[in-house]
């Protein structure tokens, strides 16, 4: 499925003869000697790993800023930030160099940087592909050495690309790990019609005010989609607004 597919991986997954440094230099001389299920069965389907995506440090950031490897900056300006925190496999995909990536996302982890760089990312929702879960330390030296993992805001892999179509056959093909392991729970990959409904959150206003680019992209989006048969429901969370941001506060600190 992955035959010509030329993929780069988060710093964070476990691959033979490399390091998952996590953005810390203390682990970056130090290499696994196999890598682990998921990155063999991409193998097998005939992906060619060749290289890791920096990251920053911890990976809970919107940045990537690593003490192991330095500064991943915007694919199209030094000025700008790659997002994060699978920023540097994003940079990768958006200046031509690997045809996709995965990484993974708890709170945007692929979704930021996809977006900061122009390019297409999905997040599946945690527990959809077993076995290829983002476990924060699973792939690192430091497993076994926390406490246990945090349950209630799950991190997941998915795939990065830099159009559609590619984003889709690595999206399947992740899908199908699930079935290649005996997943009890694996479900099948179907082709479903879309509902051409789409929800827009009101409310965030309190805590933050868009930016006039991002108001700018919102409505021409709007009217792309309008264009299409798209309708628009607003979602009001107005009172939920501080609970959201007690929660995200809690996550990061």
Request: glycine content about 10%; proline content about 3%; some cysteine.
């Amino acid at each position: 499925k992955l035959i010509g597919f030329v993929l780069s991986i988060k710093d964070s997954f476990q691959y033979k003869d490399s390091s998952s440094t996590f953005g810390f230099m203390v682990f970056a001389n130090k290499l696994f000697n196999k890598s682990s299920l998921f990155i063999q069965y991409l193998e097998e389907q005939g992906a060619l790993i060749s290289c890791k995506g920096n990251v920053p440090q911890g990976l809970m950031l919107m940045e990537t800023h690593s003490t192991a490897y330095g500064d991943t900056s915007n694919a199209f300006s030094l000025n700008r930030t790659s997002g994060g925190s699978t920023g540097g496999d994003a940079v990768l995909i958006a200046m031509g160099l690997v045809n996709g990536a995965y990484g993974s996302d708890i709170g945007g982890s692929l979704r930021i940087p996809a977006l900061f760089n122009g390019i297409y990312s999905f997040k599946p929702t945690a527990g959809r592909v077993t076995r290829a879960e983002a476990d924060i330390f699973e792939f690192t030296h430091l497993k076994n050495k926390i406490k246990p993992k945090e349950d209630v805001f799950k991190s997941t892999i998915g795939p990065l690309a830099s159009n559609y179509t590619d984003l889709k056959t690595l999206m399947i093909t992740l899908n199908e790990f699930g079935k290649i392991i005996n997943f009890e729970g694996y479900i099948p990959w179907t082709k479903t019609i879309v509902n051409k409904t789409i929800g827009v959150i009101k409310g965030l206003e309190s805590e933050i005010t868009p930016c006039e680019t991002a108001i700018r992209a919102l409505k021409e989006s709007s009217m792309f989609l309008g264009s299409l048969s798209y309708k628009f429901v607003e979602i009001d969370i107005s009172d939920l607004v501080h609970e959201i941001n007690v929660q995200t506060n809690a996550i990061f600190f």
